[in-house]
């Protein structure tokens, strides 16, 4: 079964995140969600959950309730999703802080851009940016999800930075060939994507045909 971290930070975008921890969950992998202070405050302004118990009940609840429980097999037999475990932002404690815990894919989604920044320059201050500069170290894949605009030189100057250390620079922006109707159809189109790095088959968006 693959492991996956997956981190929320403090750009706006937070149900990108989630939308894609889900997904994950749903097709049996497991996560490691990191939330930063500042992607908790997103996720009560953008989404209305309210995350002030450390054990997580209302996010756990919202997750559950997007799919990342348990699911149906074809003849209505169930198979267990993955495992989620919540990880404090502070806790350099957490497996995850090792390289030799051997988690080789990881997502930073959404990705602000002091946090771009800081896996850029090699600043382990916490434990996403520990576990994102794990990974880049152990030659795995790394996934920065940006939400933001315009972007100034020094941002673009950071990603392309960390783009030729091998970390994919995946911003948010959703297709409209699609013909997205929803929020949800612009969402699915940037987490599909994500899991397409990630060698997860998927088929959230309308692939491009001729």
Do not use: Q
Not at 75 to 99: C, E, N, P, V, Y
Not at 105 to 125: D, F, H, K, Q
Not at 132 to 139: F, P, S
Not at 183 to 202: A, P, Q, R, S
């Amino acid at each position: 079964m693959s492991a996956y971290v997956v981190a929320i930070t403090g750009a706006s975008g937070a149900v990108y995140g989630l939308s894609l921890t889900v997904e994950l969950l749903k097709r049996g992998g497991d996560v490691e969600l990191v939330i930063s202070p500042s992607g908790f405050l997103l996720l009560k302004e953008e989404l209305g959950i309210e995350c002030a118990g450390k054990d997580g009940a209302a996010l756990k609840a919202y997750i559950k309730k997007r799919g990342g429980g348990a699911r149906a097999k074809k003849g209505g037999a169930k198979t267990a999703a993955g495992t989620l475990r919540l990880h404090a932002s502070d806790d350099l404690t957490a497996s995850i802080a090792s390289g030799s815990a051997l988690k080789r894919a990881m997502v930073v989604c959404p990705c602000s851009m002091g946090t771009l920044a800081r896996i850029a320059a090699g600043i382990s201050g916490n434990l996403i940016e520990r576990a994102a500069d794990c990974v880049l170290k152990e030659r795995g894949t790394l996934v920065l999800v940006p939400r933001e605009t315009p972007l100034s030189s020094i941002h673009l100057e950071n990603m392309l930075k960390l783009s030729r250390m091998g970390a994919v620079i995946l911003p948010a922006m959703p297709a409209f060939y699609t013909h997205p109707e929803t929020v949800d159809d612009m969402v699915d189109f940037v987490v599909g994507k994500t899991l397409d790095i990630l060698g997860v088959e998927n088929s959230l968006y309308k692939r491009w045909k001729k």
